[in-house]
């Protein structure tokens, strides 16, 4: 009977653990919205998640700085990986005339376990 209750009490403590929020504190995915003269339809829209933000790096967790990175990004039409304001972003390139591109920046924190990924996708005008 004694290894019956333990085991039952393992099990149960193991849910309970696995069910529980993880230690990682990622916040919800938030929509930033930015107008650029560069692409078709002058709307960019992206989507930011973070984790583990800190408190002297929370800004950069925020859609101002967010709509900083995408206008710097689009103004300048970079289709290579670049650092950007902090971010590194990964373009990809997923059409040609007009330019279709897809961008994966991401934000590492500075002797943290902070992370923020910002995603967005534009097409750009053939100005």
Do not use: W
């Not at 989507?47 to 103004?75: G, H, I, W």
């Not at 279709?100 to 750009?124: H, I, N, S």
Request: hydrophobic share 40%; charged share 20%; proline share 6%.
């Amino acid at each position: 009977m004694p290894r019956i209750f333990l085991a039952v009490v393992s099990v149960v403590a193991c849910a309970i653990l696995a069910l529980a929020p993880g230690a990682s504190a990622k916040t919800a995915p938030k929509t930033c919205t930015t107008q650029s003269k560069n692409v078709i339809g002058k709307t960019v829209e992206g989507t930011v998640t973070a984790s583990d933000v800190n408190s002297v790096q929370k800004e950069f967790a925020t859609c101002p700085y967010a709509k900083k990175v995408m206008n710097r990004v689009t103004l300048y039409r970079y289709e290579e990986p670049k650092s950007v304001l902090g971010f590194y972003c990964l373009p990809t390139v997923l059409g040609t005339t007009p330019d279709v591109v897809k961008y994966r920046c991401e934000f590492k924190g500075a002797d943290t376990p902070m992370l923020v990924k910002l995603v967005f996708k534009v097409k750009y005008n053939l100005d």
